[in-house]
């Protein structure tokens, strides 16, 4: 590949590209490996948007390992972390989730690294141009 940042080039024709197969439905360990933090000023709803990374030991004997050799990475976004009843259980939920103890906070930067069972479900592309895998619901690790 070319150092020039202006043009990319591939060892292959991308007319052939291929596109990676979806992880299937499921329940696999994940480690945290981003979380950031999102904000509405219209709703005042704080929330975390988490990337996991799933390990290839735990793809499915069927599932081709080539798209995603270092591990398959996938998003989650949490439910409202508000500061009322329902959103300091989320929070108290999601900490559990990840063997982190309650509080009276939760610092994003506690989930990095940490392991949990996420479920994996598939859902329409943003652009509505096929599907994609979404992390449907976290919780503790077996």
Known sequence: MSDDVSMFEFSQDLAE???PPLLPIGEYD?????AVPGFKEETGNRWLNISYRIKPEQYPAD???S???EG??????TKPLKDDARGRYNASELLK?????GGRGLNPNDLIGQTARVRIVHDKE?????MREKVASVQVAE
């Open 97 to 101: 989730a990840h063997g982190l103890p």
């Open 30 to 34: 994940a480690t945290v490996i981003k």
């Open 72 to 77: 398959k990475v996938v998003f989650y976004m």
């Open 67 to 69: 798209f995603d050799p």
């Open 126 to 130: 943003f652009n509505g141009d096929g």
């Open 63 to 65: 599932y081709d390992p």
């Open 17 to 19: 590209a291929k596109k």
